[in-house]
């Protein structure tokens, strides 16, 4: 929707707006869905291809995997209905699924995700420049 591929512009504004030497931290509640799609979009302006995005984007649930158990063992002492349980685990973790649905979709429409996030966000090749030159070196 517009209000999401503006907000998405505006990060790829402020990733090319960054200075030298400075950090950039970005996340959301939880830290995996919409932080999960505004990396995407950073690590495809990067070059990386899409099975290592993919991968990058699972790895949230090893590093999320005590505080997935807890919550599921916290529900667990009012259901034992399974998938409720795995409901809970899937709420508060991320399902890759998701993520190469956007891909599949991008791919459908622009031929790339790269393709469509340059088309989508107006993104310019000298901006895919400058955001490589300064992530990458």
């Known amino acids: 929707n517009d209000f999401s591929l503006q907000g998405y512009r505006e990060f790829i504004d402020l990733l090319l707006a960054q200075e030298e030497g400075t950090g950039i931290l970005f996340h959301c509640s939880s830290g995996k869905d919409r932080t999960g799609s505004a990396s995407v979009i950073l690590l495809t302006l990067l070059g990386v291809d899409r099975e290592t995005v993919l991968e990058d984007f699972a790895m949230t649930n090893l590093v999320l995997k ?9 529900s ?7 998938e409720e349980l795995y409901a809970v685990y899937t709420m508060n973790g991320v399902n890759p699924a ?24 107006c993104v310019t090749e000298e901006e895919i420049q400058i955001l490589r030159d300064k992530y990458l070196t």
């Open 66 to 74: 005590d505080s997935l158990e807890e919550k599921v063992a916290q």
């Open 76 to 82: 667990a002492n009012y259901t034992d209905d399974e």
């Open 98 to 121: 998701f993520m190469e649905r956007m891909f599949d979709y991008a791919e459908a429409q622009s031929g790339s995700m790269l393709e469509f996030i340059k088309q989508q966000f």
